[in-house]
């Protein structure tokens, strides 16, 4: 590598009587949404049409994945080897698929943060901002549905299992841009997503009865009528998720629909059936979905924790990397794989590693991201940035390029404050493609 409850009374007014009475299909919904709340952004000069961020929650060790440190002293590099990536670099040993496409790849060594307790730096890596105690801000995937809206019929942000943290929601933006969670694993034998089906008694027929209604309702209404009515939606645009018209969207959730030799490929297991999941709704047309995966708050025998746990991510990760390079969608989406932040450079006393922020790794694919890369470096034992230190507001602005959102546009805050999306981030120019 170079060095660089109840389904009709929790969806109350989506029921049949809400939407028949405005004459508007669950289409005519979406596409009233992403009328009102779409920005005419130039889609030619955006790398990458989406995105699918896997978070693995707890603060994995940099170490022991993208950043191994062999030459350094036994208590710094742990008892774990190393696996040699394509261009003669190391990644530990617990990432060996990984090492072996490391030329589509890019590793930035040099991510860093002030934050060292979960909740902060959960926060900065699902918003690209400090923790403040005036405001709450917006996940990227909230940003993204606000800024893009729907596509396809089907919810702009969409987390894998479940909406995985505070932070992963809307911040200040309506609630209506909060992700879509499937509420059940898809390794899961029997997996279904509960809110796709209809209740009872409801005839879907129901829903696509009048396509022409959002002509009439922009050829009818008055602007402040128009405007009040898709207001009057939004407050409910969450709930409009559970009632998908499409049969084409709905079947973007059935993971039992993949040929089986492709299931085992990525591992029948929890990492590997949510990562599939995760390329099934890029594909059919999700801007932004979160996969959540694993605990990796290693305090305590860590190199047993990542030998456990590692193998299943390793291999979904890189059948993910692949399928959708074969599909011809790795060029259009961007993967980012993060945590809060890394671990100690000294293994402590328990043979684990505590909380670090200093310095850790980030893994980017496709996208617009350069193969064959590491950006940055830490020192030689792991304990900050040596080289090209990289924020989470930069890495926020980055991903915002390359989805052809300009990071330091302002959105509206309550009290009509205007807050950029992301403050200070510089463009990591040399991770582009």
């Excluded at 030459?71 to 072996?100: H, I, M, N, Q």
């Excluded at 006393?349 to 940055?376: C, I, Q, T």
Aim: with cysteine.
């Amino acid at each position: 590598m170079r060095c660089l409850g109840n389904p009709l009374g929790r969806r109350g007014f989506l029921t049949v009587g809400a939407l028949g009475g405005l004459g508007l299909s669950m289409g005519d919904l979406f596409r009233m949404r992403a009328q009102a709340d779409q920005k005419h952004y130039d889609f030619i000069s955006a790398k990458a049409d989406s995105v699918i961020h896997i978070f693995l929650p707890g603060g994995i060790a940099h170490q022991e994945t993208f950043d191994p440190k062999p030459y350094s002293p036994l208590e710094y590099r742990g008892e774990l080897g190393v696996a040699k990536t394509k261009s003669g670099d190391v990644f530990c040993e617990t990432v060996p698929k990984l090492a072996a496409i490391s030329d589509k790849l890019t590793v930035i060594r040099s991510m860093t943060h002030g934050e060292a307790a979960h909740e902060r730096g959960t926060h900065n890596m699902f918003t690209g901002y400090k923790p403040s105690p005036a405001l709450v801000f917006p996940s990227f995937g909230s940003v993204i549905s606000h800024e893009y809206g729907p596509r396809k019929n089907l919810p702009p942000y969409v987390a894998i299992p479940n909406s995985p943290n505070e932070f992963a929601g809307t911040g200040y933006l309506s609630s209506s841009y909060g992700p879509f969670s499937l509420g059940a694993d898809p390794a899961n034998k029997g997996f279904r997503v509960q809110d796709l089906s209809l209740p009872n008694g409801v005839d879907m027929a129901r829903f696509d009865r009048r396509r022409s209604a959002l002509d009439a309702v922009n050829s009818h209404f008055q602007e402040k009528q128009k405007s009040d009515a898709i207001s009057a939606m939004d407050t409910f645009y969450q709930r409009a998720y559970s009632l998908i018209s499409s049969e084409k969207a709905r079947e973007a959730f059935n993971i039992e629909a993949e040929d089986g030799g492709l299931r085992d490929k990525y591992g029948r297991n929890t990492a590997g059936q949510r990562l599939l999941m995760a390329r099934r709704l890029v594909e059919a047309g999700v801007r932004f979905v979160t996969v959540t995966y694993g605990g990796w708050d290693m305090h305590n025998q860590i190199s047993t924790g990542m030998r456990r746990d590692m193998p299943a991510l390793d291999q979904g990760l890189a059948a993910l990397i692949e399928d959708l390079e074969s599909r011809g969608l790795l060029e259009r989406t961007l993967i980012m794989v993060s945590s809060e932040f890394g671990r100690t450079p000294k293994i402590n006393n328990e043979a684990g590693r505590d909380h670090w922020p200093k310095v850790f790794s980030v893994m980017l694919a496709g996208g617009g991201v350069k193969g064959g890369l590491v950006y940055g470096s830490s020192d030689a034992t792991a304990t900050e940035p040596e080289f090209d230190p990289v924020s989470p507001e930069d890495l926020a602005t980055t991903m915002y390029h390359l989805l052809g959102i300009v990071a330091d546009k302002e959105l509206m805050a309550p009290g009509d404050r205007p807050i950029e999306i992301c403050d200070g981030g510089k463009l990591i120019d040399g991770i582009l493609a």
